[in-house]
Structure formats: structure tokens, C-alpha cells
């Protein structure tokens, strides 16, 4: 069966897109342990499944053993199903994010965002930032080409946007996340493409 799994540090809104998404009350792991029950539902109409990855998101106080081994079962669960993940929704603050890249950018932290992003290209799935909180942001094209910078991918953004995109500019909170659905929906056609 299709799957989306979801990704993001914790505030970033993951548990408000969800809700959005799914039409109901999920339960996003806060804490790191959470890993290792990944939740899987529908989305209707379209039958497949989102799941979440909690663990990179909360990584902050936990101890590095620890840390590690949720890390290793996050990419042991992508990489196991890698088949049938369709693409990874690697959620981020769009009024926060690049500001908060560019100061751990030479930080030994775990996670980055950027580093999520690189490692769902390195188990081939396809990478799709949903860049949240969109409501706060006043300079948008301009904070959306930085992000994409620091992604590694060409400004404009816009180039990034749309069908099987990678750059999703949504409020989530008010329920504003077509940009998201629109790229999802090319994924799952290329992914049914691939499968004939
Ligand atoms: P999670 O920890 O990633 O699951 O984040 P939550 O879904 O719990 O949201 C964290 C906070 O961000 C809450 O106060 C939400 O109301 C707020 N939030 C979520 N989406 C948006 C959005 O699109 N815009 C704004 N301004 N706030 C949002």
C-alpha cells in the first residue's frame, strides 16, 4: 500500500496538518521513544497511508545513545519501506527555518532539517517541504528562495512548486494546504506510473 511518511521537528506543525490532512485527531509523537509505533491512516478519498516519524523532531535533551538508536530506527523503518513510500513531507516553520539552519550550520546538531532533507534523497524518496506557517511570513518569495538555497536546489522556488514538487508553501492552522495535496497527488501518480 502507498505510504507518505511525515517528518519535522516538534512546533513545526505536524500534529495541525495531520489534522488537516486526515480530517481527524492524531496523535504525533512528542517524545523521542514514539519511533517505534509509527501511526498509519487513511486519507480519503485516496486510499494510502501517512506515516508519522516522530524521533528526529525531539531530539533536544535526549541522551546520544538514545538519540542514536531512534535515529537508526527512523532510517531502518524508511529504508525497509522504502518501496512503498511514495514521498516524505519533511514539515518545516517557514517564518524559522532558514534562520535556524543557518545558525547550527556548523553545529555537530541532530537533526538538521537540511540533513533530514538529504537523507530522504539518499533512500530515494522523494523529498516534499511542506513549509508551514506561511501566515506569518511577510517577505515570501524572497524567504522561500533562501530556504531553496539552502536545500541545494536553484531559485525560483516557484520552478520547485506544484504537481510532484518539492517546495509546499501552506497555514496549515487555517486549513490552507492545497500547495501540499497538489504535490502529493503528482507523487502518487508517478508512483502508480512506475508500478504498470
Ligand atoms: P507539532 O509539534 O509539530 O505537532 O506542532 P503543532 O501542530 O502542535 O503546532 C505547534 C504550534 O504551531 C501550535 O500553537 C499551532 O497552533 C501552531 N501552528 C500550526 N500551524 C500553524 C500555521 O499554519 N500558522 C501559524 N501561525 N501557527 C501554526
Redesign the pocket.
Known sequence: DAEVVLV??????????MRELTGHDVS?G?KPGVTRKPNHFDWAPQSFMFTDLPGF?FMSGVEEDKREAIKTDVVRYVEENADSIVAGVL?VDGKAVVDIIDRHSDEDEIPHDVELFQFLQDVDVAPVVAV?????VDDRDERLNELCERLGLYPPWQQWSGEGGTIAP?????GSIEPLKEALRGHFREAKRDDL
Open positions: 519535522g521537528r516538534s512546533n513545526v506543525g505536524k500534529s495541525t496538518l504525533t512528542k523532531g514539515v508551514n506557517k506561511m501566515d506569518k501552506i497555514t496549515a492552522k487555517k
